[in-house]
C-alpha cells in the first residue's frame, strides 16, 4: 500500500466507521498517547526496562506492530485534516536529509 492509498483507505473508514474524524487538537493527544505506548514497548523489548507480566512480554513484539501501526493511522488522520499530501512530504524530507547530511553521518565518528 502506497502513503497515497493509506489516506485514502483512512479516509474511507473514517467516512464510512468512525463517523467523522476527531478534531486536530483531539488527534494531536491521541497520537501523543500512542507515541507514548510505542515507547513503552520499545524501552521493555529492547531497552532495560523490565515486562509487567510473562505473558506481555510473550506478546510484545506483535503488540508492538499493532501499536506502530496506530501511530501511523493517527498521523495520516492529521495529515488528511490539514491537507498534507505524505508522498510528497516524505519525498521532500528525504530529498532535504540528502543535502543537508551528505557528509554529516559519514564524518560520525561515533557512527563507525
Known amino acids: ?19 467523522r474524524y476527531y478534531n486536530e487538537l483531539t488527534n ?3 497520537l501523543s498517547e500512542e507515541v507514548g505506548e510505542v515507547a513503552s514497548l520499545m ?12 505473558e506481555k512480554e510473550e506478546t510484545a513484539k506483535s503488540d508492538l506492530a499493532g501499536e506502530m ?3 501511523l493511522f493517527v498521523l495520516i488522520c492529521l495529515a488528511n485534516q490539514t491537507g498534507v499530501d505524505l ?15 551528505a557528509d554529516r553521518h559519514a ?6
Not at 3 to 16: P, S, T
Not at 87 to 101: E, F, G, M, P, Y
Open 28 to 30: 494531536t493527544a491521541i
Open 107 to 112: 564524518n560520525n565518528k561515533k557512527l563507525k
Open 43 to 54: 524501552a521493555r523489548i529492547y531497552g532495560e526496562q523490565s515486562f509487567k507480566t510473562k
Open 69 to 71: 501501526a496506530d501511530v
Open 1 to 19: 500500500m502506497t502513503l497515497q492509498e493509506a489516506q485514502e483507505a483512512v479516509d474511507q473508514w473514517i467516512n464510512e466507521v468512525g463517523i
Open 87 to 101: 508522498s510528497t512530504a516524505l519525498a521532500d524530507n528525504l530529498r532535504k536529509k540528502a543535502i543537508r547530511d
